[in-house]
């Protein structure tokens, strides 16, 4: 049973930072790709950012140039950092699996709440 659980969200300024962490257990992992999504109030849920087994990433381009995401393998770990943060980044972010073997992401962590105040 793979499960992912996010930490790292909270409060912070607009030009701030933080640092979103993903714990990932019961994966492959070293095999799988990662990718973390976010939702705001009344909005759909939309792609921020992801990353390969190879280490590849790719980005929204509304977070270009401002987040970066990383994985650790050694400790199963996948990571965002986001700098500048602006307050239409407020949303929760969530991270997902997307197995070797599929298309789509298929294990989805519960979220943490990201604002961004004026």
């Known amino acids: 049973q793979v499960q992912l659980v996010e930490s790292g969200g909270g409060l912070v300024q607009a030009g701030g930072s933080l640092r979103l962490s993903c714990a990932a257990s019961g994966s492959t992992f070293t095999m799988d790709a990662f990718g973390w999504h976010r939702q705001a109030p009344g909005k759909q849920r939309d792609y921020v950012a992801s990353i390969g087994s190879d280490g590849s990433t790719n980005y929204a381009d509304s977070v270009k140039g401002r987040f970066t995401i990383s994985r650790d393998n050694a400790k199963n770990m996948v990571y965002l950092q986001m700098n500048s943060l602006k307050p239409e980044d407020t949303a929760v972010y969530y991270c997902?699996?997307?197995?070797?073997?599929?298309?789509?992401?298929?294990?989805w962590g519960q979220g943490t709440q990201v604002t961004v105040s004026f």
């Open positions: 997902a699996r997307r197995p070797a073997w599929g298309l789509d992401y298929d294990v």
